[in-house]
Structure formats: structure tokens, C-alpha cells
């Protein structure tokens, strides 16, 4: 069946440094590979996407990687701040309609 | 970006009670999308909302369990009926919006059910 997972339930970095979340998916017919960033006691909030036919796309200090071969989609997140963390969602779509299939979402954790 | 008004914004109900959750959009919208987030987990869809039609769901979700209302182009209601514990989470409305990115949802801030 579909799913979309990531490698690991918490990530803890230091202040300033990159960030790297990484997420493995199951359906390659997915069109589009998204990033959602939620912060406690919100809804999630959308970040960056890529295409299917598209292996990087770069945003505000931040970096999405696709790797179909591998099935693999990375974020990267550049000088890290405390306002970054937050528990990061991959999620993939197929079609047009509008449903989004959600991995289970890795916790950032900034330290100063 | 969009304004999604969820209510309540939590509440504790009692077993076999049903609650019902509202949602209000700024401006008209085709399609609103309800989620559901177990505690410490990830959000899965529970259907589709489409104005003038009957709700869509996804496997796992039933009508009669989770009533779906869409009276107008800016507002949906869920409904989780006959609670137990097992439906303690938090529940999300979203949207997507025309000339935005196809994989970009706006949520609500999410309606926080604890059922005791």
C-alpha cells in the first residue's frame, strides 16, 4: 500500500548549523513530494514542494531533494534558529484531488 | 495565505457522546478536507467535503461514525459521533486554494478532542 515514512522521530541540532530531515516514500506514482512544518498546538503549515520530474528545489533556506531511485526525499534547512523547531512532515499527492498522505513526522529540536 | 476558523479549539467529552466540530473559511473553496492527528502521530485524511454533494471517505471512515455537513462554499462541519478513547485526537480542517502550489493545504488550527 502507499506510505510514506522518515528515518528518524527526532532530530537535535545546534544553533547555526544545517539540518537535514529525511523521509522515505513507497508510491512512485505520487506527482508532487511536500514539506510541512508544525509548531505545537497549531496546524501544519506548508514549507516547499517539488515536482515528480524535478530532483532539487530551493526555497528561503531551505532545500528539497528528491531522489526517485532511492524513493528518498530530503529537507535542508541552512543556519538553523530556534524558530525552526518543530515537528517536519513529508507528504506526497497524486491526482487532482487535493488528498495528501502524511508520513509520521520527525521533532526538530534547536539548542542554543 | 488563509483564514480557517476551527470550534471549538478543544474539549473533553464523555464516552458515547457525539461532538460536533465546526469550520469557517474566509472566502469560497470547492473542496475542505478534514484530518485527523492521534496524538504523537501523523495527520490522516478522513474525506472530502464538497459543497451540494455527499462527503467522500477515505477507507477507515464511515458516515455514520464521522457525519460531514457542507451547507455553503465557506463552511463545513464534522461530527465524531458515539466517542469513545480511542477517538481522542486532534482533528484539522483545510483547504486548498486556486494559483497556489498543488501540494500546498492551509489547516486550521486544529479542534483537540479529549474523550475520557
Known amino acids: 500500500g502507499e506510505s510514506v515514512g522518515l528515518h528518524l522521530p527526532t532530530l537535535s541540532v545546534q544553533e547555526g548549523d544545517n539540518s537535514i530531515i529525511n523521509c522515505a516514500y513507497s508510491n512512485s506514482a505520487s506527482d508532487y513530494f511536500i514539506w510541512y512544518k508544525q509548531e505545537s498546538g497549531k496546524g501544519p503549515q506548508f514549507i516547499i514542494d517539488?515536482?515528480?520530474?524535478?530532483d532539487k528545489r530551493q526555497g528561503q533556506r531551505v532545500t528539497v531533494l528528491l531522489n526517485k531511485t532511492v524513493k528518498h526525499l530530503s529537507l535542508q534547512i541552512a543556519a538553523t534558529q530556534p524558530g525552526d523547531s518543530a515537528v517536519y512532515f513529508c507528504?506526497?499527492?497524486?491526482?487532482?484531488?487535493?488528498?495528501?498522505?502524511f508520513g509520521q513526522g520527525t521533532t526538530l529540536q534547536v539548542k542554543p | 495565505s488563509a483564514v480557517i476558523s476551527q470550534k471549538p479549539s478543544r474539549d473533553i467529552c464523555q464516552r458515547g457522546t457525539s461532538l460536533t466540530i465546526q469550520c469557517q473559511v474566509d472566502?469560497?473553496?470547492?473542496?475542505m478536507f478534514w484530518y485527523r492527528q492521534q496524538p504523537g502521530q501523523s495527520l490522516t485524511l478522513i474525506a472530502t467535503?464538497?459543497?451540494?454533494?455527499?462527503?467522500?471517505?477515505e477507507s477507515g471512515f464511515v458516515i455514520d461514525k464521522f457525519p460531514i455537513s457542507r451547507p455553503n462554499l465557506t463552511f463545513s462541519t464534522l461530527t465524531v459521533s458515539n466517542m469513545s478513547p480511542e477517538d481522542s485526537s486532534i482533528y484539522l480542517c483545510?483547504?486548498?486554494?486556486?494559483?497556489?502550489?498543488?501540494?500546498?493545504?492551509?489547516f486550521g488550527e486544529g479542534s483537540r478532542l479529549t474523550v475520557l
Open positions: 483545510s483547504i486548498d486554494r486556486p494559483g497556489h502550489s498543488p501540494g500546498e493545504l492551509f
Open positions: 467535503a464538497n459543497q451540494g454533494s455527499e462527503a467522500t471517505y
Open positions: 507528504a506526497e499527492k497524486s491526482g487532482n484531488t487535493g488528498k495528501l498522505i
Open positions: 472566502s469560497q473553496v470547492t473542496m
Open positions: 517539488i515536482r515528480s520530474n524535478m
